[in-house]
């Protein structure tokens, strides 16, 4: 059997075409849904209590993203104090519509972070970020790696030139890393060992990661996952926690846990300082004393 040379020049561009058609298809399919899943979200929670609302919502990024653009945007988190809420004037979203789980995000404008103390006091963050961005990755629908990075970071108080949170889950144990460059300090838990920070880094791991399994999947309430994780022997190992200020590098290391609020509590201590966390406080003794 003979056929037409034609069908050789032709194939390859058909091929194309009905792959390109199909893309599309499969693009107007998962905006469709993803567009309808977020306005039943809105208003609502989106996992167990975490409550999600904005005010008007962009879908983009044909024909391999989806781009999900948001605007003000309020994330509440309940927790044993409280909720604690994040609001940002302008919330972008990315993902890929073939490959892994992953999604990169962005934020701008004006952000507002409030949390409630063990003594129903209510405390505000307002800043500007010069850039906000992050990347959350999902294995087997559980949340596995988180990512994120603020520059210039701009508070009434409290300011940074760079600080970034990461996270890691390995099964047993989730490992902890948070820096802080170039920052002012003027309370908190900070207060002990600021107001200027040349560099601050913190590296720790939570045992019994297992405890917290649900509550990365987003089955399970934070504040009851938390509370479950405490009670079952949870802890921080702090396994090195490096500050320099006044050209002064020190660090220290050691364990701690959760107090009924949630707070930090325990103390960490090196050659020369201590840190001892009690509620929302530090205290400090070194030879560090602020100046």
């Known amino acids: 059997m003979k056929y037409s040379s034609r069908i050789f020049l032709y194939a390859p561009f058909v091929a194309l075409l009905i792959l390109a058609a199909l893309a599309m298809i499969h693009w107007w399919i998962d905006a469709s849904a993803w567009s309808g899943r977020l306005d ?29 653009v948001l605007k003000n945007v309020r994330v509440d988190v309940s927790e044993a104090t409280g909720p604690i809420s994040w609001t940002s004037e302008n919330f972008a979203m990315h993902v890929l519509t073939y490959g892994r789980t992953q999604a990169i995000l962005e934020s701008a404008g004006r952000q507002i972070l409030s949390w409630y103390d063990a003594n129903g006091t209510e405390h505000r963050f307002v800043f500007l970020p010069g850039t906000f961005r992050a990347s959350a990755l999902f294995q087997h629908g559980q949340l596995a790696r988180f990512d994120s990075e603020i520059r210039d970071l701009d508070g009434e108080d409290f300011r940074a030139g760079d600080a970034q949170l990461h996270f890691r889950s390995n099964g047993s144990s989730i490992d902890l890393y948070f820096k802080l460059n170039n920052a002012h300090i003027p309370g908190s838990y900070a207060a002990a060992h600021g107001p200027d920070v040349e560099s601050l880094t913190a590296d720790a791991s939570l045992n019994r990661g297992a405890i917290l399994a649900k509550l990365l999947r987003g089955e399970d309430v934070p504040a009851r996952a938390l509370e479950e994780w405490r009670q079952n022997g949870g802890q921080l190992a702090v396994n090195d926690l490096a500050l320099k200020r006044n050209d002064r590098p020190a660090s220290v290391a050691g364990t701690l846990s959760l107090d009924t609020a949630h707070d930090l509590s325990g103390t960490v201590a090196g050659p020369d300082f201590s840190l001892r966390f009690e509620g929302n406080r530090i205290g400090l003794t070194s030879g560090l004393s602020r100046s």
């Open 40 to 68: 039943r979200a809105n208003g609502h929670d989106i996992m167990p209590g975490v409550k999600l609302s904005f005010a008007e919502k962009k879908i983009a990024g044909f024909p391999f993203r989806l781009d999900t």
